[in-house]
C-alpha cells in the first residue's frame, strides 16, 4: 500500500504542478489584457481572443481591438512584434520613425518590438485583429511618453 500511495503522491504532485503552471500562465494573460485598457483613453476596447505558448520564450496573443470613432488607443509599446489586420473601418496608424498612415478595411500593419505607436479611429471607428508575439511573463503592453 505504501508503494501505490508514494505513486499516487508523485502523480498528484505532478497534475498540482500542472494546474500551478496553468493558473500562473491564465493570470499572465489576464494581467496584460488589462495593462494596455488602462493606459488608453476611453473609447478603446480589448478582447482577448487566445494565447500560446510559441516561439520558445515567448507568447503568441490574439486579439480584437476596438476604438470608438474619434479617439486613439493611447501611446504604448510591445515586448515583441505586432502584426494587425483592420476588419472594419478606418483609421490612422501613427508608428515612431515612420509617417502617420492612413489605415481601412483590409489593410495591415506590423510594428518591430518596443516601438512607440497608436492607432486613432476616423469618425466611423475601427475594429482590429492583433497579433502579438511577445517574451514570456512580459505584460502585453506599457505607456510610452
Not at 488608453?40 to 490574439?62: C, H, I, N, W
Not at 486613439?72 to 520613425?97: A, F, M, N
Request: glycine residues 14%; hydrophobic residues 35%.
Amino acid at each position: 500500500m505504501p508503494a501505490a500511495q508514494s505513486s499516487g503522491g508523485k502523480i498528484g504532485q505532478e497534475k498540482d504542478m500542472k494546474l500551478a503552471t496553468k493558473f500562473a500562465a491564465s493570470t499572465c494573460i489576464v494581467i496584460s489584457a488589462l495593462v494596455v485598457p488602462a493606459l488608453a483613453q476611453q473609447g478603446f476596447k480589448r478582447t482577448p481572443l487566445g494565447t500560446m505558448d510559441f516561439p520558445s520564450g515567448y507568447e503568441t496573443v490574439m486579439g480584437l481591438a476596438e476604438l470608438a470613432p474619434g479617439t486613439c488607443g493611447g501611446r504604448h509599446t510591445h515586448p515583441g512584434i505586432e502584426t494587425s489586420y483592420i476588419l472594419e473601418g478606418e483609421g490612422v496608424s501613427k508608428i515612431d520613425g515612420r509617417a502617420d498612415r492612413p489605415v481601412k478595411a483590409g489593410d495591415s500593419i506590423q510594428i518591430p518590438a518596443n516601438v512607440p505607436h497608436d492607432g486613432c479611429a476616423s469618425a466611423r471607428g475601427v475594429k482590429i485583429l492583433t497579433v502579438h508575439v511577445i517574451e514570456k511573463g512580459k505584460p502585453l503592453g506599457s505607456p510610452a511618453p
